[in-house]
Structure formats: C-alpha cells, structure tokens
C-alpha cells in the first residue's frame, strides 16, 4: 500500500497555471504508476494523466493534452500535474492514485490507492 498526499489546488482565472504535486510514502514508490483523476460537482470522476512507474510512458486525457503535464520525480517520491492555460471546464477536486507495477490506465478500478484531494478553481 502507498499512501497519497495532493497539494498545490487553489483559485487561479482562466488562462493560469497551476502545478500540483503527489507526495507518497509507504511502498516502493519507484514500482507504482500514478494516475491523476478528477471529479466536478455533479460529475463522475475522469481520468486526467497518468504516469509509468519508471517514467518512460505518460497518457493524457484529451481535453488536456498539450496543455497538462504529468512529471515525476523517484528521488522525492513525487509525481507532478502541471496545469497550463487553465479552463473554468478544469474546476474539480483533483486526486492522484496508485497502482503497483501497472501500466498507465485510465480506469479508476485499475489503481488501489487514493490520495484525499485538491481542490482546483478556475475563474472565467
């Protein structure tokens, strides 16, 4: 098990950036691919980016790719969603997740491990 810390959320207006990041402690962090979701209100949570634990594959939602980057950082057991050009259609409450060994899905059934949250706003 791996346990999921988010931060960097906040209220930017459109056209911002913002970068969160995903700290995890617990098991070998350099074997857990991470996937980074989020939910509106009202929505179902969807997939957002994912990372491979060795880092050498990514995968993007479409209503985010050339605008969102997934990082990650084996030294600092950390994995990184930067967030440019922000959309007031991007507020939701963002959550990273973990799964061992796995590739880079877009299932949430497919990870085992959740972070609580960050909350992202975007104002028009």
């Known amino acids: 098990q791996v346990r999921l810390v988010e931060s960097g959320g906040g209220l930017v207006q459109a056209g911002d950036s913002l970068r969160l990041s995903c700290a995890a402690s617990g098991r070998t962090f350099s074997s857990t691919t991470v996937g980074w979701f989020r939910q509106a209100p009202g929505k179902e949570r969807e997939f957002v980016a994912a990372i491979l634990w060795s880092g050498r594959s990514t995968r993007y939602a479409d209503s985010v790719k050339g605008r969102f980057t997934i990082s990650r950082d084996n030294v600092k057991n950390t994995v990184y969603l930067q967030m440019n050009s922000l959309k007031p259609e991007d507020t939701a409450v963002y959550s990273c997740?973990?799964?061992?060994?796995?590739?880079?899905?877009?299932?949430?059934?497919?990870?085992?491990?959740w972070g609580q949250g960050t909350q992202v706003t975007v104002s028009s």
């Open positions: 997740a973990g799964r061992n060994n796995g590739g880079t899905s877009g299932n949430t059934y497919d990870y085992d491990d």
